[in-house]
T-cell receptor, first 116, second 115 residues
Framework: QKEVEQNSGPLSVPEGAIASLNCTYS??????FFWYRQYSGKSPELIMF????GDKEDGRFTAQLNKASQYVSLLIRDSQPSDSATYLC????????????????FGKGTKLSVKP | EAQVTQNPRYLITVTGKKLTVTCSQN?????MSWYRQDPGLGLRQIYY???????DKGDVPEGYKVSRKEKRNFPLILESPSPNQTSLYFC??????????????FGQGTRLTVV
């Protein structure tokens, strides 16, 4: 199983709809989860982070975490054409020596297209 | 302004000609890392550094070197570039806070072409 898995898409939704992006991860001990947005040729930019089970809302974005299922998702409400981008799921990979620090590991990303 | 600065932004070079991509951050972050991004493969980590003089391999370290002599700088060195190292490269820094780590800040990217 890949460490962080995402459906590559493209995911196409009409303007105003809810876009749902999903991610699964393999390390059951992971505790930090991030969603980044990346426009073509640009740097990733942080959209949301979540540490605890449940939902976390920020404006039109909601991150959902289910540690039992090793699943994290991102919902985008009232999708806009400007939301068209690749969305990267990332988790912290714990160090082998058991330290508290870790590496930020990314999925391959899901390309979202919002049609006007 | 908090930022991570990479140079150059674009580089075309020939096989075997040593090159260095610089990365500098002004946030006093301990942790820095390099990623490469290729179509269909996503962001893959090349090397990372937990602090000055502490570096370690990521998932795709072959053909690369790094150094961390100062906290703010983390250059990526390609001793003998090959065409398969043609890619988009990103430097990132963050301040780890135990298991609940913080946001990573990314540089603008360096698009490298090796011919």
């Amino acid at each position: 199983q890949k460490e962080v898995e995402q459906n590559s898409g493209p995911l196409s939704v009409p303007e105003g709809a809810i876009a749902s992006l999903n991610c699964t991860y393999s390390d059951r001990g992971s505790q930090s989860f991030f969603w980044y947005r990346q426009y073509s040729g640009k740097s990733p930019e942080l959209i949301m982070f979540i540490y605890s089970n449940g939902d976390k809302e920020d404006g039109r974005f909601t991150a959902q975490l289910n540690k039992a299922s090793q699943y994290v998702s991102l919902l985008i409400r009232d999708s806009q054409p400007s939301d068209s981008a690749t969305y990267l799921c990332a988790v912290i990979r714990r160090m082998n020596y058991g330290g508290s620090q870790g590496n930020l590991i990314f999925g391959k990303g899901t390309k979202l297209s919002v049609k006007p | 302004e908090a930022q991570v600065t990479q140079n150059p932004r674009y580089l075309i070079t020939v096989t075997g000609k040593k090159l260095t991509v610089t990365c500098s951050q002004n946030m006093n972050h301990e942790y820095m890392s390099w990623y490469r991004q290729d179509p269909g493969l996503g962001l893959r980590q090349i090397y990372y550094s937990m602090n000055v003089e502490v570096t370690d391999k990521g998932d795709v370290p072959e053909g690369y070197k790094v150094s961390r002599k100062e906290k703010r700088n983390f250059p990526l060195i390609l001793e003998s570039p090959s065409p398969n190292q043609t890619s988009l490269y990103f430097c990132a820094s963050r301040e780890p806070q135990g298991a609940r780590s913080t946001e990573a800040f990314f540089g603008q990217g360096t698009r490298l072409t090796v011919v």
